[in-house]
């Protein structure tokens, strides 16, 4: 059985459904957009503070955008009863688990694709390659953990509840590194090359650990 | 040979005690019936016998192989229809198929072979979620044997089946090992030579065609 070639049916399988229901990509880019709205009418911008507080308000909107997406993951399967049928199958629950973990990242990147152009367009803070490669550095890392997390809360009633409960604390590291490689993409002081480099360092973390776990959390 | 040996298949949830030291022997090409009224235990003695859940003691043996070890090979020889279709609403009666083709490591070419052996080729262009329940039933059975299995276990497969349909498990279960789990008394004695009654998870023993007297 090739791992990959499950993997990428499951992100298939995953991105097809999306694109003929569009369940949550059009809410979501509305909910990112009307995030920066709340942020730029919340807060007193100007050219000197933009870049102090557009970061801020880049991470609150990615987090809360993701923690929907990765909450839609394994819950739509258990709703639909078909996690098992997928489980019964001799694919490995490490190349089903990455299956989701990728059409998750892809539904997140595209509201990205939204977020990213509007917080410049609000706070007038530059777009830049650095910035974009901040944000997708993170939502790698960040992917990983909430699939795994929302695998594991997604048998459980309360599962919105704990779903932020479990990663917001785990994608601490991911806001801390990601912000401050969002602020030096701004113009803000400090080094981009070493919060990128955390980045990277995260990400190679999660994902092996995340691959690891996901195993024992899907096998049964 | 034998396609299924259980022992003291015991299963717990919690304080629940849901099955309770089964034993069990099929052979290969034997159909089988499972009986019994609700919570009786019958759809956890098949999702033990399929590998979904692992019981709380007990030893299982399918085609020569430890169960729950050889697990994830074992999946190549098992096709399992549980009671709720588990079907992908935005995808169509094909693309289901095709999806599980993936994950199966199956060939795409299986899907129209399948799809005419339920009876789905009408729709097979049909999203999931416009598939009468009937119909979703059927394309549950044919994803099941989609990899061609040698053990078939099937749980209430005739909920939501019409009279027809009794042909057609019949049909994909010749040649194959079956288990069955059913309230249809008539249907198991129809497609089933051999019957095991289940009470409180308790196995009331296995007859051959089953007498029903009310």
Request: aromatic share 6%.
């Amino acid at each position: 059985m090739n791992p990959f070639r499950a993997a990428i049916a499951v992100a298939r399988k995953d991105l097809v459904s999306e694109w003929r229901t569009r369940e949550m990509v059009p809410a979501l880019a509305q909910f990112v957009v009307l995030a920066l709205l709340i942020g730029n009418f919340g807060f007193q911008i100007d050219s000197r503070n933009a870049p102090s507080i557009a970061p801020g308000i880049l991470w609150l909107a990615l987090v809360f955008a993701g923690l929907i997406a990765f909450g839609r993951t394994f819950a739509a399967e258990r709703e639909q009863s078909s996690l098992e049928a997928m489980l019964m199958t001799p694919a490995s629950p490490v190349a089903i688990f990455a299956g989701k973990a990728i059409a998750a990242s892809v539904l997140l990147i595209l509201c990205e694709v939204v977020l990213l152009p509007a917080l410049s367009l609000f706070f007038g803070t530059p777009f830049s390659g650095d910035l974009v490669i901040a944000v997708l550095l993170a939502t790698i890392g960040m992917a990983s953990l909430g699939c795994l997390f929302a695998a594991i809360v997604a048998r459980v009633r309360a599962r919105e509840l704990l779903l932020p409960l479990l990663t917001l604390p785990l994608w601490i590291p991911f806001i801390v590194a990601g912000g401050q490689a969002v602020q030096s993409a701004m113009g803000l002081p400090g080094s981009y090359d070493q919060a990128i480099g955390l980045l990277i360092d995260f990400d190679i973390l999660f994902v092996v650990l995340t691959s690891l776990a996901a195993r024992f959390v899907l096998d049964e | 040979m034998s396609m299924v040996v259980a022992n003291g298949l015991t299963h717990r949830f919690g304080p629940e005690l849901a099955l309770d030291s089964v034993d069990l022997v099929l052979d290969t090409g034997e159909h089988m019936a499972v009986l019994g009224d609700n919570g009786a235990g019958k759809t956890t003695l098949l999702r033990v016998l399929a590998t979904a859940l692992r019981p709380t003691s007990g030893r299982l043996e399918i085609a020569g192989l430890d169960a729950f070890r050889e697990r994830r090979r074992l999946r190549h020889y098992i096709g399992y229809v549980a009671h709720n279709p588990g079907l992908y609403p935005a995808l169509s009666a094909a693309e289901n198929l095709e999806f599980f083709c993936d994950l199966q490591d199956a060939s795409r070419s299986r899907v129209a072979e399948v799809l005419e052996t339920l009876g789905l080729t009408s729709v097979a262009h049909r999203r999931g979620n416009l598939l009468s329940r009937g119909m979703q039933q059927r394309l549950a059975i044919a994803r099941a044997i989609l990899h061609e299995p040698r053990l078939l276990i099937f749980d209430e497969p005739d909920a939501s089946l019409d009279a027809e349909a009794a042909e057609v498990l019949g049909l994909v279960m010749k040649g194959r090992t079956a288990v069955i789990a059913t309230h249809d008394h008539a249907l198991a004695n129809r497609l089933c030579p051999r019957t095991l009654v289940l009470r409180h998870g308790r196995s009331l023993g296995t007859a051959t065609h089953l007498r029903v007297v009310r």
